[in-house]
Nanobody, 130 residues
Framework: QVQLVESGGGLVQPGGSLRLSCAASGFTLDYGAIGWFRQAPGKEREGVSCISVSDGRTYYADSVKGRFTISRDNAANTVYLQMNSLKPEDTAVYYC???????????????????????WGQGTQVTVSP
């Protein structure tokens, strides 16, 4: 059974940090991309960050560039999102997503747009509030 399971969400004050984890099971992503989307209340889902499986290059939406860092542990089949300097506008449900179509995924991330792709986790809530 193909599964992506997120963890690490929670409540944090503005300026704080959180680290999200995504454990993949039931498959090994040999090509494509894996990363994170998010959905804030009343808004569409948007791409946040991803890693290209083929070359390890990372991509970020402008809104999180310089604050978020994505990484991957291939041996553990796990992807991480280190989120620093969090802002209230980062409040959202964060989803781990994997897809074999890397160009489509990267486009969704760099344009911070929704895209109907791939395999999704169940999501983890991140709330940034005083």
């Amino acid at each position: 059974q193909v599964q992506l399971v997120e963890s690490g969400g929670g409540l944090v004050q503005p300026g704080g940090s959180l680290r999200l984890s995504c454990a993949a099971s039931g498959f090994t992503l040999d090509y494509g991309a894996i990363g994170w989307f998010r959905q804030a209340p009343g808004k569409e889902r948007e791409g946040v960050s991803c890693i290209s499986v083929s070359d390890g290059r990372t991509y970020y939406a402008d809104s999180v560039k310089g604050r978020f860092t994505i990484s991957r542990d291939n041996a553990a089949n796990t992807v991480y999102l280190q989120m620093n300097s969090l802002k209230p506008e980062d409040t959202a449900v964060y989803y781990c997503v994997a897809d074999v179509n890397a160009p489509k995924y990267i486009l969704a991330v760099v344009t911070a747009t929704p895209m109907a792709i791939g395999t999704w986790g169940q999501g983890t809530q991140v709330t940034v509030s005083p």
